[in-house]
């Protein structure tokens, strides 16, 4: 496989992965019981690796401090969009709107600059990601859009740019293959520290009651997110981060294919026409000169 394809490849694994996580975090119903469940799987799958990898060095635990803090941002903000709107509007708009976010704030923090071609494709691809969280019509007309989901989607796909570059900028940091895997094993070993604290907190009345009926999808999804975020951080140290973002978010339509193959959702000729847009404009974002 060629160097250019390689982290395409990991890219996508990482887009269909992350889709399937998500499949399984909608399958179990309560969002946040779930997305505990998928963060402390997380967490006890690169358990058995905490050995074998160098302690963080000053620099690894600062570049840990900041991602640590933006991915609780992040899914304290994708709970919340969630919960008020449909999986297939919210869904969409974060991950669609990230890309372009991600290139933005890559171009300020880490000084990464598309080419116009780059830029063109960036645009094309969030148009066309956006489109899949369109409602379709129903007598004539579009369901009614929820403000409110829509303003968290939007803060979500905030917090996946952010956390993007910060952890882009904490992988480069790792000066080999040993000190990448300290960041990687780090970052799963607190991520999950946010979100249960916040479940402890919030169901602590009936915590194991809302935990118990979630235990398998989570701990399935978890594993796959170990798998996907793995191959994308993986993927930070051989490209740019607004082209990792913008491949990953892919998981769009593997999760729109997901939905219409394991709960009957729709996939009618707009995200046929999307995933095509999708792909042209991936392609140029990849291949720009």
Known sequence: MSANLFPVALCLLSAITVAATNLFVKR???????????????????????????MP?????????????????????????LHRGDL?????????LAPLLTAITATV??????SLFG???LLLATGALIMFAMPEEKGGKHPPIKQAAL???????LGIAFYSVADANGTRLAADTETLFTFVVWLFMLDWIGITAAMVWVRREKLWSDIAPQIRDG????????????AALWAFTLTDAANVTAIRETSVVFGAIFGAVFLKEAFGPRRIAAASALAFGLMLLEFAP
Do not use: K, N
């Open 151 to 157: 303003f968290w989607a939007v803060v979500t796909a």
């Open 109 to 114: 923090i880490l000084q990464e600059t598309p």
């Open 219 to 230: 701990t399935i999804g978890g594993l796959l997110g170990t798998i996907s975020y793995g």
């Open 119 to 121: 830029w063109m494709g």
């Open 88 to 96: 297939s509007l919210v869904f969409p708009v974060m991950r669609g």
């Open 57 to 81: 060095t000053p620099a690894i635990w600062g570049a840990l401090a900041i991602s640590v803090v933006v991915h609780w941002f992040y899914q304290f903000a994708m709970i919340r969009a």
């Open 28 to 54: 179990g119903g309560d969002v946040l019981s779930t997305r505990m469940i998928v963060s402390i799987a997380m967490m006890l799958s690169v358990v058995p690796f905490l050995p074998f990898v160098p």
